[in-house]
């Protein structure tokens, strides 16, 4: 019988076939990637300088989430509250030293290790809000400067500037401040420049950290205090200690927050996790301004309504009074210091061109409020 020709050449092309298929398995076996080893991620254990319960210490657990989530746990940060290691105005030694491998705080904790740091968190700043002074510190020379600062000091970090904050206000007291003489002999709570604003005003001041300010005004060892916005104020207990509160004030009116690395510890890190950090710091600096609008309009309405607070306006007086002590503070806090004087400066130079641009370009928000809902809302009582 006659063979299918179809069949004869298949069957004839057979051994070279599975020779093919053969060499081809085992080229597609060496070809298989290795799996690789797990990699053992960095650990890096931050403290801030927050209580547990205040939105401040929220934030710096949002931004270690960002580089823990943008790294895919290459890097693992763990946040611990003041005080976990060390006490909240210990953060930057202890984060120099390498007891911790950073922290959340705010430069004004260490003015008195150089005065001239105080200067990014305290005073008017030449009208600039906090987001302006986060632009001049990035783009107008701050930057650098505080780099001098630092290694003026002897301190081994590194320093990243986040999170803008919004005006704060004068504070907390046991009835309206009206004119400025009403704080001579007061004994008052503040940090930073502040200190020497505060005492050129007359005020007996003392510097305590956030957790501990509400316990010393209930034991009368505070007759007034300021900490930072509705927030904060209301989950430390200030309603439960007072219910005055004034806002709007010179003091500080366009402080950050400071996130620190120490710096051996940081440098050792491979360039990928050391991009992903700065791009956290800027993605954790917006999104603490978003939730910041949100939740500190949200507590300022509730201290009102459910707690009996009463907000009042600081009076102008005293507010051009601010202006007044605060240019006599920088001139004596600069005489002999030539750093101070230099940041000083620069930060005078950039406010003084992007303040102009800012007030000649943006529009008075009080018209439009005033227009839509000032029939609902009155602003807040004058003292």
């Not at 509160?245 to 491979?270: D, G, R, V, W």
């Amino acid at each position: 019988m006659k063979k299918d020709g179809n069949a004869s050449k298949q069957s004839q092309s057979a051994p070279g076939r599975r020779k093919f298929l053969g060499s081809a398995a085992a080229g597609a076996t060496l070809a298989v990637p290795m799996i690789a080893t797990a990699q053992t991620p960095t650990k890096m254990r931050f403290q801030s300088t927050w209580p547990s319960k205040d939105i401040f210490h929220e934030y710096a657990l949002d931004f270690a989430r960002k580089v823990n989530d943008m790294t895919g746990g290459e890097l693992r940060i763990e946040v611990l509250p003041a005080g976990a290691v060390v006490p909240a105005f210990g953060l930057l030694d202890a984060v120099s030293k390498g007891t911790l491998d950073g922290g959340h705080g705010v430069m004004g904790y260490n003015y008195g290790k150089q005065a001239a740091i105080a200067l990014w968190t305290s005073g008017p700043a030449y009208g600039m809000d906090a987001n302006m002074v986060l632009a001049w510190h990035k783009y107008g020379g701050g930057k650098e400067l505080l780099a001098e600062l630092y290694n003026g000091i002897g301190a081994n970090i590194v320093s990243f500037l986040t999170g803008p904050m919004p005006t704060q206000p004068l504070g907390w007291f046991k009835k309206p401040i009206s004119k400025k003489e009403d704080l001579k002999g007061m004994k008052f709570r503040t940090n930073g420049l502040a200190i020497d604003l505060f005492t050129a005003m007359g005020a007996a001041v003392n510097a305590l950290p956030g957790g501990e300010i509400v316990p010393a005004m209930d034991r009368g060892l505070l007759d007034g205090a300021e900490f930072n916005n509705a927030s904060s104020d209301r989950l430390l207990g200030f309603p439960d200690v007072s219910k005055v509160c004034m806002l709007q004030s010179f003091h500080q009116s366009s402080e950050q927050f400071e996130i620190t690395f120490n710096k051996t510890k940081y440098n050792a890190l491979p360039p990928k996790l050391k991009s992903i950090i700065e791009n956290a710091v800027e993605a954790s600096s917006s999104d603490m301004a978003w939730k910041a609008v949100d939740r500190y309009s949200k507590d300022y309405r509730e201290m009102q309504a459910k707690q009996g607070v009463k907000f009042y306006k600081t009076p102008d007086a005293v507010l051009q009074a601010q202006l007044a002590v605060w240019d006599e503070v920088v001139a004596k806090k600069g005489a002999n210091n030539p750093l101070f004087r230099k940041v000083e400066a620069s930060m005078r130079t950039f406010a003084e061109r992007a303040m102009k641009w800012d007030m000649d370009t943006n529009n008075p928000r009080r018209m439009a409020y005033n227009h839509y809902f000032g029939k609902k809302a009155a602003a807040p009582t004058k003292a």
